[in-house]
């Protein structure tokens, strides 16, 4: 099993999710998360003065997939949260050891189906 976190801009979370649902990979978590990345930082007006902003809000998708929806996963996250610019994100892929569904104590792969 792998986890999949995936910080992405907010604007593109829709058509994820519906991507993921329509390629069979309907649960995921999601997290508001501000950060910084390769990104400059920019200036905002708020309250009719500038101000300089480092941090950049995006939104965090998690999933745990099977070895064998990883790449499907994948590919749906980068096709549907590109614009091809600086700041569309990143994908972070981890080992998961194991996954266990509380209400039936089902472990591994049958937890997360």
């Known amino acids: 099993m792998k986890k999949i976190e995936a910080i992405i801009r907010p604007s593109k979370l829709k058509a994820v999710q519906l991507g993921l649902k329509a390629a069979g990979i309907p649960c995921n978590t999601v997290i508001p ?7 400059k930082t920019y200036t905002e007006r708020y309250r009719g003065t500038e101000q300089s902003m480092i941090m950049k809000t ?8 099977s070895d064998a929806n990883l ?43």
């Open 33 to 39: 998360v501000k950060g910084t990345g390769l990104q």
């Open 71 to 113: 790449e499907t996963c994948l590919d749906v996250i980068l096709d549907n949260a590109s614009e091809g610019l600086v700041g569309d994100g990143k994908i972070f892929v981890y080992h998961v050891e194991d996954a266990i569904r509380i209400r039936t104590r089902t472990r591994g792969i049958e937890a997360i189906k």
């Open 58 to 65: 995006r939104i965090m998708i998690i999933c745990v997939v």
